[in-house]
């Protein structure tokens, strides 16, 4: 064949094997009622921390003419050494591949339909409106991989797991660059509550992903490396798994897509989303 014909054969071949990655719908429901956002290549600064200090100001007289007392300028020198001390620059993520996350947490309903069963604690009269659209919970990282393992045998025209805890930042920041502001978490997520909601009972973020801020903890694949960021690498072994995004009874210091903590948790408010890829 002559070496022209041969190397146009081959972009040919290359470009149509690319090209349904590059059709992929936005958004699709599996069987199962399940919806997944697709999710493009891009990157992030993960890790990154600047902590700042208020400047000092001489004490003034309030309203009765009493002056308050403050701390002196000496220990807003000691808190700006300890600031920069703390700082951490972060390190850049590339995601390469796009793939489709879970435009919503698992659900009771989504859970029953492939196992069969409900472990929640919350279900029924303990939460407002129908139970079944309220996020799964009581999951160990064991339970979502048989759930995934139960999922992969049922669809034939996907394949599914847990996402990596990169993918689940990059998608949980839709673009941010910054910490999400205590106004916004409390917009997007069921956060300092007495029970969890229903998924997409919030705001979504700017991608139209719902609830990764609050309502339940979230597993990802990866090893807890005992830090409050990740490492450029995840470790390859370990006793805990990664939970991100806090619960239903998170706070300000846990309602955040940049920090992560280690499983089981309270278990009662632990659940998970999954990712979607294409069977080769």
């Known amino acids: 064949m002559h070496a022209k014909l041969k190397i146009i054969l081959l972009l040919s071949l290359y470009i149509g094997a690319e090209r349904p990655l590059q059709a992929q719908e936005k958004t699709v429901t599996n069987s199962t009622g399940m919806e997944f956002v697709l999710i493009q290549p891009g990157s992030m600064v993960v890790g990154r921390y600047q902590p700042t200090v208020s400047a000092y100001v001489p004490p003034q007289p309030g309203p009765d003419g009493e002056v308050r007392k403050v701390l002196p300028p000496s220990a807003y020198k000691v808190a700006e050494k300890m600031a920069a001390e703390a700082a951490m620059p972060g390190f850049e993520v590339k995601l390469e591949r796009p793939y489709y996350i879970g435009k919503y947490e698992v659900t009771q309903e989504q859970w029953e339909k492939v196992m069969g069963s409900n472990p929640s604690f919350f279900q029924g009269d303990k939460v407002a409106g129908d139970a079944k659209k309220h996020p799964v919970g009581n999951i160990t990282w064991e339970d979502a991989q048989a759930f995934i393992k139960k999922l992969n045998r049922l669809d034939k025209k996907h394949l599914y797991r847990l996402p990596t805890e990169f993918e689940w930042e990059y998608a949980a920041r839709a673009g941010a ?4 502001p205590w106004a916004e978490a409390r917009a997007r997520g069921v956060i300092s509550d ?3 909601r229903q998924v997409g009972s919030k705001e979504p973020n700017a991608w139209g992903i719902y609830d990764m801020i609050g309502n339940v903890w979230e597993w990802v694949q990866d090893y807890y490396n005992g830090k409050i960021f990740a490492d ?8 805990l798994h990664v939970l991100k995004g806090a619960s239903f009874t998170g706070d300000a210091k846990n309602a955040t897509y940049m920090t992560h903590a280690a499983g089981p948790g309270n278990g009662f408010d632990v659940g998970f989303r999954v990712v979607m890829e294409p069977r080769p």
């Open 232 to 239: 450029p690498v995840p470790p390859r072994s370990g006793k």
């Open 194 to 196: 007495t029970t969890m």
């Open 177 to 180: 660059k910054d910490e999400i």
